[in-house]
């Protein structure tokens, strides 16, 4: 990897590192990052390097065919459950306690064991229920 690409990279994860808890579209991460000096094609060959990586987990957003990714290597992520809301794409980290209460009630009645480092629950926020 030439010491260009190793920049752009470098700008990417640090953008993405700094909005651990959102999900983006490549659009809006090109868009965040016109200023830096990063290309749409590098923008896209490094997501797609973070994702076969496991850094980052990409899902579609609710209702649209558009494609997001959450940065998910950060050391306050790893391991922990997800809540999403389908209304303001915000994501929230699950409290620890009720995380461990619903992967362990999920293990004993459904015999079913959840994979911490893909698992996101989707609904709708308190913010966005209130309007």
Partial sequence: M?????????????FLESHPDTFLTAEEIETALSDRGISRSAI??????????????????????????????????????HLSCKVCGKTIHMDRETAEALVADIAGRQQFEIDRSDTVLFGVCGDCKKH
Avoid at 2 to 14: A, W
Avoid at 44 to 62: P, Q
């Fill in 2 to 14: 030439s010491t260009y690409s190793t920049k752009q990279r470098k700008t990417l994860t640090d």
């Fill in 44 to 81: 896209y060959r490094n997501l797609s390097e973070l994702e076969a990586e496991g850094k980052i987990r990409r899902s579609v957003r609710e209702g649209t065919r558009k494609v997001c990714f959450q940065y998910i290597d950060a050391e306050h992520c790893r391991g922990e459950l």
